[in-house]
């Protein structure tokens, strides 16, 4: 296995004599950043100069394991080719102190992660990846200090300790400051962090410090300064041809993280064209681990996709027990409460699901597109957001005699089917799928599977898993990941705490680029289940009406017995697991 090298140093230019030849001005990474100060007139240089720097350190490093964070207010980017790099996921800018300041957490809890965790016996971030199979990625923070820190916070210890441990764990920081900025005693955290970073002052002439290179002494030798000067536009293109290589129409439009293969490689939650997947399925028995990756894959769309790119449909049928918590989820449009005995309820909302999609196919039709992408690209200011339709404990809707069950996959093939052109996508979840009777055109659209262990072989059903020995007998934490011609087993990254994830997404955020879920709560009305045939007592077998002349809309009109026995629901127990022992697999 080839390990991912990173740039031990971070280049910012060269001394050149005519004599002598030249040296370059470069700084060891592991130094963990540097200040450059300068006069208002030398701004763009400044600025020009903290660019290139960090444009070289992503063309030396391996492909997305890079990202830079940029802390800087201002109306408009100051980093024009940096800023391109937002859709790749590389780059992206803190523009308010709130979302600032939840950036510096995020990577001091990286750093907390890297020492407490992963580093042993005193080793750094180049030597931990020499030996791991799952390369750490480097981050680079670039931050104007007219901006932050802001007001002791976070607090000059904080802050100290922060950056005094950064460099070895990977993280570099490049500060800016304009020496016109008026000193603020009363923010002692900004005044601890130029005392912390080393100081490489900029002028006419070049750069000079004699903290971590001889300038002073060069330049009295007759060496003269030059500033990196990079092919910005060829970095880029390389960067998107190794990243992006692929159209809209190729691409996947979801791709999340949940875990890591054997071999140390990300295993991702992957729905689109390039993976070959449209629809989803997550079983596992109870305490298996399935609630907590539901959970974490609904914080994740968050983080990565706002709510005119991506919405959330949430059908519980767990008494609100599941997806409560996601109420205030900026991506959530719709939550589906109900009970187990409420089928009827289940039926409306699905049926309201299917009239989104003809909806969309009509919009399709008159717009001369044939699905969600053409359309979006045709009109870029109004564009239609995917839908992901999530369905804990699915095999409810499936339960009662054959005319019920042939109503409810009749709404789901239809969903699966013209689903995927208009950007409405299934994740069917449940305990076992022993006794569910979901027909093969549905099941047949279903292209990732991901199964926790489950009680014995018959609860995988349908034949949809290979390997259904080995799901029986899968460590905790653990599931069958299974996508294309791929079946793998992948280790389930830890939950991640739903409340604070959601609050820091919407502090993030602006407010249109947010929904807030309309609440259907079904939990009062319960509904008349269809009895099977096997069931019904003898004097009542005979059918009331034919039907074959009724309309599934009235199917709940043909039966007329009285509701069976609601069983309690069963939430996943591993909801209620506190700091569970993950296990980390290098």
């Not at 007139?41 to 444009?55: M, T, V």
């Not at 839908?387 to 969903?415: S, V």
Request: charged share 20%; with cysteine.
């Amino acid at each position: 296995m080839t390990t991912p090298s990173f740039p031990e140093c971070v280049y910012l230019g060269g001394f050149h004599s005519p004599q002598l030849g030249g040296i370059a001005a470069c700084l060891p990474a592991a130094q963990g950043g540097f200040c450059l100060h300068f006069a208002p007139e030398h701004e763009q240089q400044a600025l020009r100069l903290a660019e290139n720097a960090a444009l070289a350190l992503l063309a030396d490093s391996p492909a997305a394991l890079l990202h830079l964070h940029i802390i800087d207010f201002s109306n408009r980017p100051r980093f024009p080719y940096l800023n391109q790099l937002v859709k790749q996921q590389l780059c992206r800018t803190l523009l308010n102190g709130q979302a600032a300041l939840q950036a510096f957490n995020e990577l001091e809890q990286i750093l907390q992660h890297r020492y407490h965790t992963l580093f042993q016996n005193g080793e750094n971030f180049w030597q931990y990846n020499a030996r791991s199979r799952r390369a750490e990625a480097c981050h680079v923070l670039i931050v104007n200090t007219a901006c932050f820190p802001e007001y002791n916070s976070p607090s000059p210890q904080r802050l100290q300790d922060f950056l005094r441990n950064a460099g070895d764990a990977g993280v570099y920081i490049i500060a800016l400051h304009n020496q016109a900025t008026p000193a603020e005693p009363q923010n002692p955290s900004r005044e601890s962090l130029l005392a912390a970073l080393p100081a490489i002052r900029l002028n006419a002439q070049g750069i000079h410090t004699d903290d971590v290179l001889p300038a002073a002494t060069l330049y009295r030798a007759g060496f003269a300064f030059t500033p990196l000067d990079v092919n910005q536009d060829q970095i880029l293109n390389t960067l998107r041809q190794n990243l992006a290589p692929q159209s809209a129409d190729e691409q996947d439009f979801l791709r999340i993280k949940i875990g890591s293969f054997a071999d140390g490689s990300d295993a991702y939650f992957s729905l689109g064209n390039a993976c070959g997947s449209h629809h989803a399925l997550l079983l596992g028995g109870t305490g298996s681990g399935k609630s907590s990756l539901l959970k974490n894959l609904i914080i994740r769309i968050g983080e990565q996709h706002h709510a005119q790119q991506f919405r959330l449909y949430l059908m519980d049928y767990k008494n609100g027990v599941e997806f409560n918590a996601f109420r205030n989820h900026p991506n959530v449009e719709k939550i589906f409460f109900s009970r187990e005995d409420n089928v009827r309820a289940g039926m409306d909302f699905l049926k309201q699901v299917q009239a989104q999609i003809e909806q969309r196919n009509t919009l399709f039709r008159d717009a001369a597109v044939q699905n969600l992408n053409d359309y979006n690209a045709k009109y870029p200011d109004t564009p239609l957001p995917r839908i992901l339709l999530i369905i804990d404990e699915f095999h409810i809707l499936l339960r009662g005699d054959f005319r019920h069950q042939q109503y409810a996959n009749t709404l789901l093939e239809d969903i699966a089917k013209l689903g995927r052109s208009a950007g409405v996508h299934l994740l069917f979840s449940t305990q076992s799928l022993r006794n569910v009777n979901l027909d093969a055109a549905t099941r047949d659209q279903i292209g990732l599977r991901i199964s926790y262990r489950v009680a014995d072989e018959g609860a995988l059903g349908y034949e949809l898993f290979r390997n259904a020995k080995d799901i029986v007998s899968l460590p905790p934490y653990h599931a069958c990941f299974q996508s294309g011609g791929r079946s793998d087993s992948v280790q389930i990254d830890p939950p991640q705490d739903a409340e604070a994830a959601i609050r820091r997404i919407r502090a993030a955020r602006p407010a249109h680029l947010q929904v807030q879920a309309e609440i259907i709560d079904a939990l009062e009305a319960a509904d008349v289940p269809p009895v099977a045939d096997a069931e019904r007592p003898a004097e009542a077998a005979a059918p009331k009406a034919n039907p074959i002349k009724q309309n599934f809309d009235e199917f709940d009109k043909i039966w007329q017995q009285p509701p069976a026995p609601a069983e309690t629901a069963k939430p996943d127990d591993d909801d209620e697991i506190l700091n569970p022992k993950w296990i980390n697999e290098e």
